[in-house]
């Protein structure tokens, strides 16, 4: 078993930035891909970032340009970039990770971007 904690949400201002970060943990062998989701009030969870074995990334053209994920191999760490922030950007962040086939999910961090 892993397990998958996240860290880094609150409250910003519009403009502002934010920094997630996923560490996992427990049983890991391989991990083939590390990713971001969220949430929107009333709204489908939805793939913000991936990151994948072989370094190549994908985003949500919603976040392009102004988010950016990052990994950490040496820790297991994921890292969430995010500039420019605005207040459709707000919902609860998920980090999810492909682990030996399985996928795993944080609990969960909530990102408010509020004036």
């Known amino acids: 078993q892993a397990q998958l904690v996240e860290s880094g949400g609150g409250l910003v201002q519009p403009g502002g930035s934010l920094r997630l970060s996923c560490a996992a943990s427990g049983r890991i062998f391989t991990i083939y891909s590390m990713n971001w989701y969220r949430q929107p009030p009333g709204k489908q969870r939805e793939l913000v970032a991936a990151s994948f074995g072989d370094a190549s990334v994908t985003y949500a053209d919603s976040v392009k340009g102004r988010f950016t994920i990052s990994r950490d191999n040496a820790t297991n760490t994921v890292y969430l970039q995010m500039n420019s922030l605005k207040p459709e950007d707000t919902a609860v962040y998920y980090c999810?990770?492909?682990?030996?086939?399985?996928?795993?999910w944080g609990q969960g961090t909530q990102v408010t971007v509020s004036s």
């Open positions: 999810n990770a492909d682990i030996g086939g399985y996928y795993y």
